[in-house]
């Protein structure tokens, strides 16, 4: 059983974006898992840069010493590379980075 998760946010729901979030922040801060990735993608964008809770947990889990990711495709087509860039993720191409943990034996887990 492998004790690496890869946190992939989409949702355009607020409630689970922060719920997705949230797991990520605990099972780094508690110990449930031993390595925790923080991949944002598609509408949970949106939703970081809109959203003051959202944002909170991100920033937490940044302040933890790993890095949170946003996807560059969809942050160039909507203009907001910067305003994530300004809240603290690395603006990448998610999909090679997915696929690359997934082979690395990480369980996805997608909100």
């Known amino acids: 059983m492998t004790d690496r998760l890869v946190v992939i ?3 355009g729901e607020e409630a689970k974006a922060r719920t997705g979030a949230m797991y990520a922040v605990n099972a780094l ?3 449930w898992m031993e390595d925790v990735k923080l ?3 598609g509408p949970a964008q949106d939703l970081l840069i809109e959203g003051d809770e959202l944002g909170a947990l991100v920033r937490e889990f940044i ?3 790993e890095p949170a990711v946003a996807c560059r495709v969809f942050a160039e087509r909507d203009a907001n590379d910067d305003a994530l860039r300004g809240l603290g993720l690395d603006v990448e191409y998610v999909g090679p980075l997915i696929s ?3 082979r690395d034996g990480y369980v996805p887990m997608v909100w």
Do not use: R
Request: charged letters at 15%.
């Open 63 to 65: 302040s933890m010493g």
């Open 100 to 102: 690359k943990h997934i």
């Open 9 to 11: 946010l989409s949702t």
């Open 29 to 31: 801060k508690h110990g």
């Open 39 to 41: 991949i944002v993608f």
